[in-house]
């Protein structure tokens, strides 16, 4: 009561707030009045941000952590009642009829789409000092996510409005960033003049933190560093979906006509490759939800998209994390759980976390919602009593449990596609890189960059070039696939047939070689590569034909250990750097 003079009529509100909710003891150790002023204002500047920018206020946001803890004490399974199923949706084989249509479809769709990367992540387990978007996807061109994302954007803008017979429209690209990445992703597109779009095409929405809690009464933890502020952590990317809808950018997107959005994450290389055509699976299916997913072993550490039935009828069809699957399978008449089925995959599709939602059904259902997603708690107790926690837990989110709330009615399907076209995330670091069992996928910058060179050169061998059989390396201790360094510009080649138009006759390319593609209309045609090529294009729409033999030393792969801290992050994290001898270019 000393401190109201201190108080808008705004704050007042909160304050009593705080107490109604049980939350006196955040000002148990003030100072007198008098005393702390600034400090006590940002306090309450703080209490009105992290209650403006959660769904339904703090208010709701402590009484959804009371029955989320009172659960996790209890031992509830989120699962209770429900059957497993497997769900319908498209399984693609990359380069066949129904392929090429799909991909066809999809970049005529794409004029009608908006592209969301969700950025707000430090990726502690990947322990790199920047941003991730910022790290080269490869090193061969040094092309950034960053930079490689908005490129294949521009260049589905491009395509799409090719076919369409026009050229005005621009693709909505949106970043969600949170304080640990929004002013690293600001100046990353600055100083590289947006790799090439307009900055009006850009919007970048912060995430806040949410209140961090203490114990199972949901008091909110003070910070230990600050006795007058809460302390925060990140609550996860499922707040995607209140950004989104709380900018008002997806009623303006309805307005001008949009059809869907497309959810990604910051470091899958690979991830354009498969836009087209999924987002032509959603089209031809009407698919209110279409989650990209690759074939996954049975017990493998990534979520299963499954159909969830439940004895009172409801139906959703949803990610179930890896080590939920299996017990679930087993507790309702599957005594063998997650197993293989005749292909030698389980049934239940692997989640990767990309999504198109169709904006229509989107705007409708977080009009109820208001973007709020059902959340989760993961308190680490410190004993078996479950009364008290190790640390200060918090509510989290994430994106791909947006269809939890959705009707029965709701169209929620799946795209399959191969691992080796649409996956290679960059999430860990070298070191537990190197202890990934064999067999299973690394998720480093060595195995993420490797996987852009296999894609490309399976690609280009699908479309009848000669492409040399990789060799195994080991690089930070991971044994990788180097097949030759093969990449282009998504404007070069953005589907399968755009791809097999530019290329003709007899093309070999040996395992020691690099091309790098950098113009639109280049055409291979009978070339023999066996070493290093860079195919420029002086003007943008200049045609540029490419023949006869290339014989160089080329460019090799040198390795390097990631202790060496004389070399630069992001190249050592990787554990090789590319020695560039010798290159012939064409223009
Ligand atoms: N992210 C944010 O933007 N904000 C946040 O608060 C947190 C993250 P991680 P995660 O691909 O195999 C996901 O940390 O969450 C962004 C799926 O949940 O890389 O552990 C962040 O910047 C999981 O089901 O991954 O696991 C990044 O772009 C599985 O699909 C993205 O969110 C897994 O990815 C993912 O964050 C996977």
């Known amino acids: 009561r000393k401190n109201l003079h201190l108080l808008s009529p705004e704050h007042v509100e909160l304050v009593k707030i705080l ?3 049980g939350q006196s003891h955040l000002f148990e150790h003030w100072a007198e009045p008098g005393v702390d002023d600034n400090e006590k204002k940002a306090f309450f500047d703080q209490v009105a941000r992290l209650n403006s920018s959660y769904p339904g206020g703090l208010a709701s946001y402590i009484k959804t952590a009371r029955g989320l803890l009172a659960d996790s004490k209890a031992g509830k399974n989120p699962f209770d009642g429900f059957t497993p199923s497997v769900p319908t949706g498209e399984v693609l084989t990359f380069g066949d009829d129904s392929f090429v249509s799909f991909e066809d479809r999809g970049v005529r769709e794409a004029r009608k789409a908006a592209f969301v990367l969700v950025a707000g992540g430090l990726g502690e387990r990947l322990g790199y000092n920047g941003i991730k978007v910022a790290l080269p996807a490869e090193t061969t061109t040094g092309t950034c996510f960053l930079q490689s994302y908005i490129e294949y954007v521009l260049a589905l803008q491009e395509a799409s409005n090719r076919l369409a017979g026009e050229s005005q429209t621009e693709i ?11 002013t690293r992703t600001v100046e990353l597109l600055e100083s590289n003049s947006y790799f090439g779009m307009k900055p009006s095409q850009v919007k970048l929405l912060k995430q806040e933190k949410v209140a961090c809690l203490d114990d199972n009464e949901a008091r909110l933890a003070v910070d230990p560093h600050n006795k007058y502020r809460i302390q925060t952590k990140p609550h996860g990317h499922g707040d995607v979906h209140a950004l989104l809808y709380s900018s008002g950018l997806l009623k303006i997107w309805h307005n001008v006509g949009l059809r869907w959005v497309l959810f990604f994450q910051d470091t899958n290389g690979l991830l354009f490759k498969a836009i087209p055509a999924s987002l032509g699976v959603s089209a031809t299916r009407e698919y209110h939800v279409n989650s990209l997913a690759v074939p996954r072993k049975a017990k493998e550490a990534i979520g299963g998209i499954t159909r969830l039935t439940h004895a009172d009828g409801r139906s959703m069809v949803i990610n179930v994390e890896y080590n939920q699957l299996d017990p679930l399978l087993r ?9 293989n089925n005749e292909t030698g995959f389980s049934p239940f599709p692997g989640n990767i976390n990309q999504l198109i ?7 409708e259902e977080l009009s109820k919602t208001g973007g709020a997603i ?3 708690v993961n308190p680490k107790y410190k004993d078996a009593s479950k009364t008290s926690f190790k640390s ?3 509510l989290e989110c994430m994106m791909q449990d947006y269809p939890k709330t959705l009707p029965p009615s709701a169209r929620v399907g799946f795209t399959v596609m191969d691992t080796w076209l649409a996956y290679a995330p960059v999430k860990n670091n070298p070191e537990d890189a190197a202890k990934v069992p064999k067999g299973n996928p690394y998720h480093s910058a060595t195995s993420g960059e490797m996987a852009i060179y296999r894609a490309n050169s399976c690609i280009l061998r699908k479309a009848g070039v000669q492409v040399a059989d990789p060799v195994e390396q080991v690089f930070n201790g991971q044994e990788v696939e180097v097949w030759p360094r093969i990449t282009w510009k998504p404007k070069w080649g953005l589907t399968f047939s755009e791809i097999k138009s530019r290329v003709s006759g007899n093309c070999s390319i040996s395992q020691r070689s690099t091309l790098v593609i950098k113009g639109k209309n280049v055409h291979l045609k009978d070339l023999s590569l066996d070493g290093t090529l860079i195919v420029n294009a002086a003007a943008e729409d200049a045609e540029v034909k490419v023949e006869g033999s290339v014989q160089n030393k080329g460019w090799t792969l040198e390795p390097v250990d990631y202790k060496d801290t004389s070399v ?14 010798e290159q012939e270019e064409r223009n």
Not at 172 to 182: E, G, K, L
Request: no cysteine; proline share 8%.
């Open 19 to 21: 107490l109604e909710m």
């Open 172 to 182: 909505p690209f949106v970043i969600m960033t949170s304080d640990d990445t929004h």
């Open 331 to 339: 507790a309702t008449g599957f005594p063998d759980g997650d197993v």
């Open 357 to 363: 939602l169709e904006l229509g059904p989107y705007i």
């Open 374 to 376: 059902k959340e989760f």
């Open 392 to 394: 200060s837990t918090r």
């Open 568 to 581: 630069p992050e992001e190249i050592r994290i990787r554990g090789f750097r590319i020695n560039k001898i």
